[in-house]
């Protein structure tokens, strides 16, 4: 079965420090992985992926997330905050080597930048 | 058009009516994926459709759900005899033909929430 777990209900960071949101998945192959982020009332937004290749991936917004096979970890960061980034954010998993299509999601990490 | 729309964005209904939700997603995406989202939860999977059939039904929670794709476009997500436990914010998600790999992103509408009294 494949699933990702975010340890963590809520993050909070002042506007211009680092952040980071923390993502383990768990699959049997090797995982697609993807971060949505959340705003209040609108839809899930896209961030980015990792599928294969740079173990680095840059998306939308100033965000980035490593992707360690060893520590089968896909954490969210971002060096200097902004309290626009103020969200939900979700981690998502698939796992290509079996037959199913769904992204598996986390429970969600709530987001609060601070002025 | 621009994004996948979905309707009605609020449905409240009482226990043991029918429902139906709508998504029309964006042209030209033939992947199709509906996701429940309760309170302080990240998104279920439901079911995927890939051009009309469904593909994936798996997360269907029982035979109350069904959902229908008939033309390879629009989806409608079907509840039957409705129960409390039903309340929720049902998402609908569409990729382009890269995406039905799994490798592509979603593009989720706004979602409609639903709630069973």
């Known amino acids: 079965a494949q699933s990702v777990a975010q340890p963590e209900d809520q993050v909070n960071v002042a506007e211009g420090n680092p952040l980071t949101v923390k993502c383990t998945y768990s699959v049997s192959g090797n995982p697609y992985l993807f971060w949505y982020v959340q705003y209040p009332n609108r839809g899930l937004q896209f961030l980015l992926k990792?599928?294969?290749?740079?173990?680095l991936v840059k998306g939308s917004y100033g965000f980035e997330a490593e992707f360690n096979k060893s520590q089968t970890s896909f954490h969210l960061k971002k060096p200097s905050a902004l309290v626009s980034d103020s969200a939900l954010y979700f981690c998502a998993v698939r796992d290509p080597s079996n037959s199913g299509y769904a992204l598996n999601f986390g429970k969600g990490t709530s987001l609060l930048v601070t002025p | 058009g621009a994004g996948v729309s979905q309707t009605p964005s609020n449905k409240v209904t009482e226990k043991g009516k029918y429902v139906e939700l709508r998504c029309d997603p964006i042209?030209?995406?033939?992947?199709l994926y509906w996701y429940r989202q309760s309170l302080g939860q990240g998104p279920e999977f439901l079911i995927y459709f890939q051009g009309t059939g469904a593909a994936d039904d798996s997360g269907l929670p029982n035979d109350r759900f069904f959902a229908v794709r008939p033309e390879g476009s629009v989806s409608t997500l079907k509840i039957q005899r409705t129960e409390r436990g039903d309340s929720a914010v049902y998402l609908c998600a569409s990729s382009s033909p890269r995406g039905s790999l799994g490798t592509g992103e979603l593009f989720f509408g706004e979602g409609s929430r639903l709630t069973v009294l």
């Open positions: 990792y599928i294969t290749g740079d173990n």
């Open positions: 042209s030209g995406h033939t992947a």
